[in-house]
């Protein structure tokens, strides 16, 4: 028998050699292909998007038709999906007023494009560049538009580490407060508000507190302007609004507040007698300030008993007392009583012959422990008044019904 030759033994390796060539060829020819598809889209990133967003002779539908085939192109590429993104959102040719609905549309498809290849803080930071957009484009449609995105902003900021959290909450809070005050929504501006400032809650660096000392000052002031607003001490659980007392220029604001939750009008009267110029200085208005601290101050009379008079749902408070508690002339009381009562903050009945007034609050000056209870009782009465009306209805259904079986 004869022993096989060498080239014959040499012949699958000759072969493999030759497979691997070619899937070098291959492997060339595809990032070539790339290349020139990578120059394209570049090159379409570069020439097409502003054209396309200025042009108004092309309908918004095209247009957006041409971003979703310029955003398959990107899919591979984060980017230029993220070149694409930045040349929606900040070009330096096109205004943002141009267009904003058709590019927060275009925004919208390229986040849900990319949002699952998108890391944590990618997401969460793309979504508050999307909210910022709107916030800048100055239209109320676009601030519109993207109330909806809020809470999905919100969740995908909650989800960062609480150290990469903290400024992007500060910086979503602060967006969400514009774009309410863009709807004219001033409850929901004011939890924003809120919002951000709680994130100073703790805060051990004074510069930093010090920095939003003018938000914490404005919020305060806007409170303290509304004529239907009584209880402010949420914002004095505040770090960021305690610290105005350390700022020379607000320090007077603060005990203001401080009076507005717990204080006499008597006690406003020596305050103003001490700091005359301390509304001026703060810009707020004299005579509303005034109303609102007599007003609290009959809250105060409404909300516990005076002098003798026993703890009730309405607490009777004979005029001179009032007049005595309110700085004012007997004769007075009633129009600062029927103030009271069109500003909502009580219910009252007057008795002229008697010269007293049943007062029962409708505000708190402090929504404490005790107003938590006093909620909770009214809610359970009402639970009981449903549950005993469901009854009523049932025993009459089942009335009629046997009623009806028996006329049968």
């Not at 899919?75 to 959102?89: E, I, M, Q, R, T």
């Not at 516990?304 to 700085?327: R, T």
Request: charged share 25%; net charge neutral; with cysteine.
């Amino acid at each position: 028998m004869t022993t096989p030759t060498a080239p014959a033994q040499q012949q699958p390796a000759a072969t493999g050699k030759k497979v691997t060539e070619a899937e070098k060829r291959r492997t060339a020819e595809l990032e070539r292909r790339k290349s020139v598809v990578k120059s394209a889209v570049d090159k379409l990133l570069e020439n097409a998007v502003e054209p396309l967003l200025t042009n108004a002779a092309v309908p918004d539908r095209e247009v957006e038709g041409c971003f979703l085939l310029l955003q398959h192109l990107c899919a591979k590429s984060a980017p230029a999906c993220a070149s694409l993104f930045d040349k929606v959102v900040g070009s330096k040719v096109v205004p943002l007023t141009v267009k904003p609905m058709l590019r927060l549309r275009i925004l919208g498809n390229l986040y849900n494009g990319m949002c699952a290849a998108l890391t944590a803080e990618l997401r969460a930071a793309t979504l508050l560049r999307v909210i910022e957009f709107a916030t800048t484009a100055d239209c109320c449609d676009a601030a519109n538009a993207v109330c909806g995105q809020l809470p999905t902003a919100e969740r995908a900021v909650a989800a960062l580490p609480a150290e990469a959290a903290v400024e992007k909450r500060r910086k979503l809070y602060s967006l969400e407060a514009s774009i309410w005050e863009k709807l004219g929504n001033k409850a929901e501006q004011y939890e924003a508000q809120v919002q951000y400032l709680r994130t100073f809650q703790g805060e051990q660096n004074k510069g930093k507190l010090d920095a939003v000392a003018t938000q914490a000052s404005a919020l305060l002031k806007s409170r303290l302007s509304d004529v239907l607003v009584f209880a402010v001490d949420e914002l004095l659980e505040l770090d960021a609004v305690r610290n105005l007392k350390s700022v020379a220029a607000s320090a007077k604001l603060l005990e203001l507040a401080e009076l507005l939750v717990s204080g006499t009008y008597a006690q406003f009267a020596d305050f103003m007698k001490a700091n005359p110029t301390a509304l001026t200085d703060n810009v707020l208005n004299a005579d509303d300030i005034t109303k609102k601290m007599r007003i609290a101050t009959l809250i105060a009379l409404a909300s516990a008993p005076v002098a003798a008079h026993a703890a009730s749902a309405n607490v009777d408070v004979p005029y001179g007392v009032i007049a005595k508690e309110l700085l004012v002339e007997e004769g007075e009381v009633e129009t600062w009583v029927i103030s009271s009562v069109e500003a909502k903050a009580i219910a009252a009945k007057m008795n002229q012959l008697t010269r007293t007034a049943a007062l029962r609050p409708l505000v708190s000056r402090r929504f404490a422990t005790e107003d938590w209870s006093s909620m909770l009782q009214q809610l359970q009465a009402w639970r009981g008044s449903v549950a005993g009306l469901m009854q009523v209805t049932h025993a009459a259904k089942d009335h009629v019904q046997r009623a009806a079986g028996a006329a049968v």
